[in-house]
């Protein structure tokens, strides 16, 4: 998949500097995509080379929230991807290869080859991140991911309420196994503001996040309010950390970016990752 050396994963064609982060969620609609997203334009503004893989291979919706239409480039004698790029993020999506709307009905091991693939044939060059949007739950690709990927980190996103938690919590238990290290936890659509007098409601419930991060040993590292114009961003391709850097929201993201660069840890070098394939045969 890939080496370490000189302190930077060294990957087929391309290497990465700062971290590889997976982002996680036990429950599905809970912002993982969106939180993806608008991580990768923040940590871009800061100065940082970032690419996002959208490991959601079933369900992609990277393409749309930050606005890529067109297909990728094959090069014709390597066969290497050029990846999309956009708001100088690059961008590989099973998306990028079928319509938005055609279904992509691969089973696991046909999926992990295309993860394997996003590895190894695309033209990163010179990452800091590389961000990983992963289906919800413990499934396969998840499983593998943390597995597989010994250098990437979790990012697990989660609203306050019960049963996301709950399941989230589940994810997290899986990281501790596989000791893939947990980054830490985001609390999405942690309450709702009245955009007309500014009253919080809290409807998903309150706490949910603090109480995860508490039980998984790791911390809160930031907490978003559900708010319309977050949604619609990512329908129409402009993320509201690029609609306007000042916005409360792009504020908060911006600072969860500034969290994730303070907690660099060096890629240990003794940790080899294996080949993403599927099961026996693959
Ligand atoms: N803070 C927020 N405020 C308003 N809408 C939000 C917020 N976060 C996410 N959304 C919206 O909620 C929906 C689900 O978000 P998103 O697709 O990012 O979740 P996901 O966890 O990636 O879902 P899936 O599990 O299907 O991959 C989207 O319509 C998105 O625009
Ligand atoms: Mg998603
Ligand atoms: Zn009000």
Request: charged share 25%; net charge negative.
């Amino acid at each position: 998949m890939y080496d370490v050396k000189n302190g930077k994963i060294q990957l087929e064609n391309g290497t990465i500097k700062g971290g590889i982060i997976a982002i996680a969620s036990g429950k599905g609609g809970v912002g993982k995509s969106t939180v993806t997203a608008n991580l990768a334009i923040a940590l871009q503004n800061m100065g940082k080379n970032v690419g996002i893989i959208d490991a959601d291979v079933h369900g992609f919706s990277i393409p749309r929230i930050i606005g890529i239409e067109e297909q990728v480039e094959v090069q014709q004698e390597s066969e290497l991807i050029k990846p999309a790029e956009k708001m100088g993020v690059k961008v590989i999506s099973m998306g990028s290869f079928v319509h938005e709307q055609n279904p992509v009905i691969w089973r696991s091991p046909l999926l992990l080859g295309a993860l394997q693939q996003f590895f190894k044939d695309v033209i990163w060059g010179d990452l800091d991140y590389l961000l990983l949007d992963l289906p919800p739950g413990t499934g396969d690709m998840v499983l593998n991911i943390m597995q597989k990927l010994p250098h990437a980190r979790t990012l697990i996103v989660t609203t306050p309420q019960i049963t996301a938690t709950n399941v989230a919590g589940r994810v997290g238990h899986m990281a501790e196994k596989m000791d893939s290290d947990i980054l830490g936890i985001i609390e999405n659509m942690a309450y709702y503001e009245c955009s007309k007098c500014g009253n919080k409601e809290y409807l998903f419930g309150k706490g949910g996040g603090k109480k995860l991060a508490d039980l998984l040993d790791v911390d809160l590292l930031g907490q978003l309010p559900l708010m319309k114009h977050v949604r619609v961003g990512g329908d129409e391709g402009n993320p509201v950390v690029n609609q306007d850097r000042e916005d409360a929201i792009s504020q908060e993201f911006i600072n969860i970016a500034e969290e994730i660069i303070k907690r660099k840890k060096e890629f240990d070098p003794n940790i080899k990752p294996m080949e993403l394939k599927g099961g026996p045969g693959q």
